[in-house]
């Protein structure tokens, strides 16, 4: 059983001279509110019928209702069950009615008192068809849409007794029939309020002339608290709206630059404006750092600038327990706090004029990389909000994502420049390889052809032949064993032999390599100074004879003819010997003294010098030396004027023990130590 009329328009219909009107939801909420409110205020007890559509709009007025009920016993409470409600005689009457009736669709609210009588009867207008397709329903409203303020209703609101008669009328005989039962206590309403009574009868009565003051003023204290109530949300709103702006351009800003120092600087003035604060200030640091540049600062009007100056942090109780806790530090009242109440940070409070103060920790992956900090300049303590506590969080984790970024960006900054010194490598390697094995190669092939292709040629040809052939294989072994080298030291696949050695055995053997490659070349004149009390050196004597024969084949090969080469050792005073190999060749330019370590570095080009070799000997050197812990370096005063390189071996522990003399060796013996004299010593290759 459900009704498919409306009430309103049964009462139209039994009262043509009425009117109905529009009403928003809100309006009819202020209206049923100032109804409700009268009863509880007032001494009468009156006839109190209210239907709410559905449930869970009587759950939000269940609570009035039960007071209501403490005035009378005649309270009727209509809605569609969604839940629990049903049909039921508690406190007051409640009545379920089918979701299909037409009630479902209508808000009423009717009040009979002996003195006076009010009532509100409504139906739901349905939304507009364009309302329908953007919300893509075509039936009842949505959910949403029942809970939006802005629905409209139409209906009557009067003080009418005889409207009001009618209306309970109307209301009362579907409730017999959702509830029979009720039949006796319904006809006592009917008598009790004489809901029969005709207009005639009602204003000899003088229900016509209720005083509607009270009501009207109960009206107006609830518009007036619903207006207060609207503009506190309008602000929350508008503050609201304010920071996520604020948040929005720090986003933005850190979206269109990973630069930190454009992000601090957006992020300092943006919150500084947005809480209204005297001074804000953003700086990196980290839980270690003693102190801290102020680079970006807001400040209010007339307060005294940080900029530039070295910020105390190490000291400050309040910055080491933002560190400790990882997590804000408020501070109200400067002055008094027990914090601050040493000598120094009351000195610095009062310098800088610090009320309250607030700490907040820029984190990552819970490390320190900076600090936001805001400070009230005023005698009058300030507290921040709740909600402005938060906001400062929220800036403080955004600031942390930049500086992240900042160096994830700059991390690959260096990667790409790495990747395009591999390619630039790679494209060397092609070079050289091309060059340098494609030249040997061809001449070990001629040679070869016209041996083979000529048995008669003549000995002395054929022995050109062949030392042209065996001098390019030896090229192109060196060519190999370099790169085999250098590999093996990259990778680290290089096992160390260190030992304590006399430097000048080493340099002796470098001597003697160098002597058997340039037999047949210019005579270069070779001086050794190495002192005989030079104490001995920790390394792997087979590596530092080779880092000692490149430095020398590179002296003789870019030097020129009757040209000089040095060699010099000396201790540099902090445990370590420090040679140094010079020469008086063609020098390098000032801007590639770093560059010359690098591989395949080639001072005329891959493929245009004149000297020959791989550009990977002092790749090579630098390897070695790194291996054992030293370093080495080159310095020129520029083109044709001669180079020096530098490297430092370490001292063997055990103190300043000097290398013995050299024992005579046969003619012909292997050994490491050399039968050259130490000391002063010239040496010609010839």
Known sequence: ??????????????????????????SLTALSHAIEDQVLAGSEQPLVIASFQRERFYRQEAHRYRRIAQKTDQVYVLAAPETDFTNASDVYETVAFKPTDRLSQEWHLIVIAPAYATCLICQEREMPASSKRSTGQTGKLPDLAEMDQARRFEGIWTFDRQVSSTAAGLILSRILKYRPELADKIERARNLY?????????????????????????????????????????????????????????????????????????????????????????????????????????????????????????????????????????????ETDTRLAGAKMQALVRQWQIGSWLMVPVLHQSQLVGM???????????????????????????????????????????????LEALDRTRSNLIAITGHELRTPLSTIQVCLESMVSDPDMPIEVRQVMLSSAVADADRLRKLVQDFLTLSRLESGRVEWHPEPLPLQECVELALSSIRARRSEEAPIQITTQVPEDLPLVQADGEWLVEVLAKLLDNACKFNQSQGQVRIEAHSNGSQLVEVLVADTGRGIEPNRLDAIFDRFYQEEGALRRTAGGTGLGLAICRQIVTGWGGQIWALSPGKDQGSEFHFTIPIAQGGQETAPKPEPQPRGGRSRRSNAGSGRRRTTLS
């Open 1 to 26: 059983m459900s009704f498919s009329n409306s009430v309103l328009e049964d009462l139209l219909q039994a009262l043509p001279q009425l009117r109905s009107q529009i009403y928003f939801k809100s």
């Open 372 to 418: 936001v900090e805001l400070q009230h300049c005023s005698s009058t303590p300030r507290r921040w909000e709740e909600d402005e506590l938060a906001l400062v969080d929220a800036i403080a984790a955004q600031v942390g994502v930049a500086l992240i970024q900042a160096e994830a960006y700059a991390n690959l900054e260096d990667l790409n420049q790495q």
């Open 194 to 334: 004489n809901l029969a009574t005709s207009s005639q009868a009602a204003g000899e009565l003088g229900f016509q002339n209720v005083d509607p003051g009270p009501f009207a003023q109960r009206l107006v204290t609830y518009l007036q608290a619903g207006q207060h109530k609207l503009l506190k949300t309008y602000g929350s709103i508008a503050a609201q709206e304010r920071k996520e702006r604020m948040v929005n351009s720090i986003t933005a800003a850190i979206r269109q630059s990973l630069n930190p120092a454009e992000i601090f600087k957006v992020a300092v003035q943006e919150l500084g404006q947005a809480l209204n604060a005297c001074r804000c200030l953003i700086y990196r640091c980290k839980a270690t750092d003693a102190t801290a540049t102020i680079l970006y600062e807001f400040l209010g009007t007339g307060i005294k600038p940080l900029a530039g100056q070295i910020w105390p942090i190490q000291s400050n109780p309040l910055f080491q327990e933002a560190v400790r806790h990882g997590e804000r530090v408020y501070v109200e009242n400067a």
